[in-house]
């Protein structure tokens, strides 16, 4: 007699158990990441100053002084992107826009980083 699949003698309970174990993880982290919520504020970091924060509820294009030089900061309908930036790669353009609380694009050559806030300030265990 021919064996038609010999692998289903070493699947036991326990792989089964665990292969639906994570495949309800997966699906919690897709769901959880795609539920987060819209941010209200953009906060705009350069070098060691201070952030400046300003409202989403606009539509602005904010001109930021980095170390290579300007970068263009667009601000449309509650999202926002980097639209010029003095880097060779450009790949804090190619980032696109970002809306949801916790986005970040972060431009290294001109040391400029933009991210996506709800007014409220949130730690990690990096800032702990």
Known sequence: MKKVL???KTVKLGDV???FMLMGLIIFIINKSWNTP????LKI???????????????????IAGLLGDSNISIVDGKA????????KKY???????NKVNQTIVCLPNQITISITDGSESYDSVNY
């Open 6 to 8: 010999p692998f289903i």
């Open 38 to 41: 819209i941010g209200q504020y």
């Open 45 to 63: 970091e350069k070098n060691n100053e201070p952030p400046k924060i300003i409202s989403l509820n606009q539509i602005k294009e904010e001109e």
């Open 81 to 88: 992107r980097f639209s010029k930036a003095p880097c060779t």
């Open 92 to 98: 804090c353009i190619h980032q696109g826009w970002i």
């Open 17 to 19: 158990l665990i292969i």
